[in-house]
T-cell receptor
Framework: AQTVTQSQPEMSVQEAETVTLSCTYD???????LFWYKQPPSRQMILVIR????KQQNATENRFSVNFQKAAKSFSLKISDSQLGDAAMYFC?????????????????WGAGTKLIIKP | DTEVTQTPKHLVMGMTNKKSLKCEQH?????MYWYKQKAKKPPELMFV???????INESVPSRFSPECPNSSLLNLHLHALQPEDSALYLC??????????????FGPGTRLTVT
């Protein structure tokens, strides 16, 4: 079974600085997807960035980028130029890209989350 | 339009009440999900509908009854809930199998309190 681990329950960063959130996962599959979701106090779960395992290039979305190390099973999120609005819980998630006829492949495997605090 | 809407935003109900949560999406997604989320925890999957058919039921108690009337709507009927059922209930949708990226889009959630 796949597992996702976020070892940092809480992180803090000064506004305008850069912070990296860690995520490691365990799987025997070769094809899968990885996601970072953000959940601010407003509760809405927002997709920040996704990475396809078959792509070697790291995904980027504006100030958000990932460091995907497939062999090490590591998927960290880097936030540059941190802003007050980045304060939230960040969840790393895994989804199999296996047999499309298996219902279980709809499921996201979640990490425990990292609370990000932005200091003004 | 990447929006999933949920109503109501907040719900307080007694243990003998019957209520329903509603979720709607107009992105053409054919997979819809219900999650339960406790504070500071990741969401826990409850149900998955694919092409309006129940695809996954994660051993959820029968006091939770899902319904998918059409491809845009998802309901969660609640009856005889317990105080421990108090949580944030999230709805999500995605393209079904066969699409490449499988990301799920979430609604803002319904904060449920059972008294």
């Amino acid at each position: 079974a796949q597992t996702v681990t976020q070892s940092q329950p809480e992180m803090s960063v000064q506004e305008a600085e850069t912070v990296t959130l860690s995520c490691t996962y365990d799987t025997s599959e070769s094809d899968y997807y990885l996601f970072w979701y953000k959940q601010p106090p407003s509760r809405q779960m927002i997709l920040v960035i996704r990475q396809e395992a078959y792509k070697q290039q790291n995904a980027t979305e504006n100030r958000f980028s990932v460091n995907f190390q497939k062999a090490a099973k590591s998927f960290s999120l880097k936030i540059s130029d941190s802003q007050l609005g980045d304060a939230a819980m960040y969840f790393c998630a895994y989804r199999s890209a296996g047999d499309p006829h298996l219902s279980s492949n709809y499921q996201l495997i979640w990490g425990a989350g990292t609370k990000l605090i932005i200091k003004p | 339009d990447t929006e999933v809407t949920q109503t109501p935003k907040h719900l307080v109900m007694g243990m003998t009440n019957k209520k329903s949560l509603k979720c709607e999406q107009h992105m053409g997604h054919r997979a819809m999900y219900w999650y339960k989320q406790k504070a500071k925890k990741p969401p826990e999957l409850m149900f998955v509908y694919s092409y309006e058919k129940l695809s996954i039921n994660e051993s959820v108690p029968s006091r939770f009854s899902p319904e998918c009337p059409n491809s845009s709507l998802l309901n969660l009927h609640l009856h005889a809930l317990q105080p421990e059922d108090s949580a944030l209930y999230l709805c999500a949708s995605s393209h079904p199998r066969g699409f490449s990226s499988y990301e799920q889009y979430f609604g803002p959630g319904t904060r449920l309190t059972v008294t």
